[in-house]
């Protein structure tokens, strides 16, 4: 008996092993392949037409998880931008309906999330933010056919080949090169030390940044770090043995403001240009002045800029919150805009009509810079130096990289 | 004569559970109407397998365990690695995460035996963060914190499982053969030697069993039922990266655990689908789903710490006592009328 059960468990096997090839990845999925986003209540014939009195748009925030702040100001970017084209008339007499869903800023709920706004029937969708979220929402708004923005700055993004995911912020390979670019042609800095955090967000910029040094012959030394760690004080001892004079630090904003006490404690005399957190509040607010004076940050929206459309946008988003906008209410604002500017310009709420006039979006000016679809569907090419005098964020310049 | 007609009823009555529960299975995905709604329930379906191996260790042996997030991990990336790397069928990736789940499980094993309380837990939150920054810094292999993406659906003789409801039916499959190996092994002197480890090992010991091997079988059969949920998620998601598997994911499921009551088999399936289903419905609160739903089970912690379903049953089975006395009793004055 226990031979015969053997026998037929080794036959099992050997013919699951021999009929299972692999099937067709998420990428070459066939039609019905779908890891979700089945829009069952969308009835309307496609291209033409309104499907409903509202326009259902989506957005997938962190409300809760690692950085509920930043999701707080995702909401209220996306809804003042909402609430102006609804004071306006809506679009073609329809008023914009938005909802807003928790991703809890992981991957799982932010899968959960798409497929929920999906089945809703909703015409766009704004958000996840983080890169890795992105890539694990792609496969389900392909499937399901729904123009999605995404603020994930990660390189890859890019190379997902996605029709219907769109970067409503510049990549990080502009961010980082923005940032090295500064130190060495407008700073004069001669080696430069790269401190990064191990993740996705960290080591993208590293290697666009190490590249540009060895393509350009400048000094360059670097130490990483994970999400979490608390003392720096190694790698900081280490940049300044090294000799680099000026420190591009691309980090999370805990390990931001605690690299920034360190090398103030430490007293490093050194020149520092960082990623976008230095030039948001939930930073500046838990540093003293003297720890980021001077630094640079190279970031997507400075308040400060005389810019009209930044001026523009901080006078309304101030009216309607009573606080100052930064990058993720700019960022988003400025992804709503395009979103709702497609959908009128396509004239109906078909995702796929409103996927392809996202494609023809071309100098549209936002808050955040001007957006223009390139062909691997990233919308903002432009980034801007700040920098930090007495807990304020001066802007300094934009520089715009094709 | 009596004992054995109780046993035929309880026999009948649990084949009647058993069918009706059957039936709900095969019906639900034409009453879920949406992709959404069944993808939550393909959740449930994955994260009760993760539970009922959790509730060897947790549940029946008494030991705690908050590393089961890491156990899922490399489940997941046993298979996903196998599958986008080398090209190989994710059901051999199956058999490479019960293999994963066999070494880590004796690995585990071990340490439990000197450790006890919390000491154990954080040993086990140990091994789960190892493999977390594992993979997330194992470039060459894991893709590093970008993860791993286009993980190939399960197909069998050509049809492939790649819709909700066709993955849905799959995991149901695995389940239903997790439930009953589950029920086999606590019922078995297996079950019996795990439940008086955790009510007094050093009396097991003493009445001649070799603990250290029930020890880890325990963790054993957990991290065997924990790869093979994790396998079956990465074909579910088609994308995993490190940030997936965090202690937040082993706290969710020892909540899960919780909520279904300690040592219940049909309470780790109850525990699985409350915990996850309960956020989605309370979604309509907005801005405080989750702040509602962490109170809710905190109540149920304290109030309830034998398991939400248990103490339903034990509420309704109290009132049916009450109705049937007080019914005895109306019929006994009738009677005498």
């Known amino acids: 008996m226990r031979k015969k059960l053997v026998a037929i468990i080794l036959v099992g096997i050997m013919s699951l092993t021999l009929t299972a090839c692999g099937s067709p990845a998420n990428g070459g999925s066939t039609e019905t392949a779908s890891r979700g986003g089945g829009t069952e209540t969308d009835s309307k014939e496609a291209g033409t037409g309104w499907s409903g009195d509202t326009i259902e748009i989506g957005l997938i925030s962190m409300i809760t998880g690692d950085n509920p702040l930043n999701g707080e100001r995702m909401n209220q970017g996306v809804q003042l931008a909402v609430d102006q084209f609804n004071e306006e008339g809506g679009i073609d007499g329809h008023q914009i309906n938005l909802t807003i869903l928790d991703d809890q800023t992981t991957q799982d709920m932010a899968v959960t999330c798409a497929n929920k706004l999906i089945s809703q029937g909703v ?8 890169s890795t979220n992105a890539m694990a929402v792609e496969a389900v708004i392909e499937a399901g056919g729904v123009p999605t923005f995404t603020g994930g700055t990660s390189p890859k993004i890019s190379e997902l080949g996605d029709q219907y995911l769109f970067r409503c912020r510049a990549s990080d390979s502009i961010f980082a090169e923005a940032a090295v670019a500064y130190a060495v042609n407008k700073l004069g800095s001669q080696k430069i030390g790269m401190l990064f955090n191990n993740d996705d967000f960290g080591t993208g910029a590293e290697g666009v940044i190490k590249a540009y040094c060895e393509k350009n012959g400048v000094d360059y030394v670097e130490q990483g770090h994970n999400t979490g760690d608390k003392d720096f004080t190694a790698q900081l001892m280490q940049m300044k043995s090294d000799g680099a004079d000026t420190l591009i630090i691309w980090t999370h904003d805990a390990e931001l403001a605690i690299n920034a006490r360190q090398i103030y404690e430490l007293g490093l005399d050194v020149k520092v240009v960082s990623s976008p957190g230095v030039t948001m509040n939930q930073v500046i607010d838990i540093c003293e002045p003297e720890y980021i004076e001077g630094w640079y940050g190279i970031t997507d929206y400075v308040s400060s800029s005389d810019d009209p459309a930044v001026q523009e946008f901080k006078n309304a988003f101030m009216e309607a919150y009573g606080i100052e906008p930064e990058l993720y209410a700019a960022s988003y604002y400025g992804a709503t805009v395009i979103l709702l500017e497609a959908i009128k310009a396509a004239g109906t709420d078909d995702p796929t009509a409103i996927m392809e006039q996202v494609k023809k979006t071309k100098d549209l000016t936002l808050p955040n810079g001007t957006a223009s679809c390139d062909d691997v569907n990233d919308l903002i090419h432009n980034v801007n130096v700040a920098k930090i005098v007495n807990k304020e964020v001066v802007f300094e310049e934009a520089i715009s990289v094709e | 004569m009596e004992k054995k007609s109780n046993t035929m009823n309880n026999k009948k009555r649990n084949i009647i559970l058993i069918c009706t529960a059957a039936a709900v299975v095969l019906i639900l995905p034409w009453i879920l109407t949406t992709d959404y709604q069944i993808m939550v329930m393909n959740k449930v379906l994955i994260y009760t397998v993760v539970v009922l191996g959790l509730n060897f260790i947790t549940g029946l042996t008494g030991q705690m365990n908050l590393g089961t997030a890491g156990m899922f991990a490399l489940g997941a990336y046993a298979t996903a690695v196998a599958a986008t790397s080398y090209g190989i069928s994710p059901w051999i990736g199956l058999v490479l995460a019960i293999v994963m789940g066999l070494l880590v499980g004796r690995g585990l094993g071990y340490p439990s035996l000197r450790l006890k309380g919390v000491y154990l837990a954080l040993t086990t939150i140990g091994f789960s963060e190892v493999v977390r920054l594992v993979a997330a810094n194992w470039v060459s292999v894991t893709g590093g914190t970008t993860g791993i993406r286009n993980i190939p659906y399960y197909s069998l003789a050509g049809y492939v499982f790649d819709t909700q409801t066709k993955m849905y039916y799959l995991f149901a499959v695995f389940v239903a053969f997790g439930i009953f190996c589950a029920y086999r092994l606590a019922d078995s002197k297996w079950g019996r030697i795990f439940k008086s480890l955790r009510d007094n090992a050093d009396a097991v010991e003493m009445s001649g ?50 909520v279904g009551g300690l040592g219940s088999v049909v309470g780790n399936i109850f525990g699985a689908a409350v915990v996850t289903i309960l956020p989605e419905i309370l979604r309509v609160f907005e801005n405080y789903y989750q702040l509602i739903f962490c109170t809710i089970v905190l109540v149920g912690a304290i109030f309830f710490p034998e398991g939400w379903m248990f103490a339903g049953i034990k509420v309704i089975r109290k009132m049916v006592k009450k109705l049937r006395k007080r019914e005895h009793i109306t019929g006994e004055m009738g009677g005498g009328e």
């Open chain 1, 123 to 130: 015409c766009g969708i704004i958000g996840p933010h983080r």
């Open chain 2, 209 to 258: 069993v070799n603990i250290a091997s029930c020890k880890i079988l325990a963790f054993t059969v957990c991290a065997i039922y924990g790869c093979i949920a994790g396998a079956l998620y990465a074909h579910f998601m088609g994308y995993i990266n490190p940030s997936s598997f965090t202690i937040d994911l082993s706290t969710n499921f020892v909540i899960m655990l919780m």
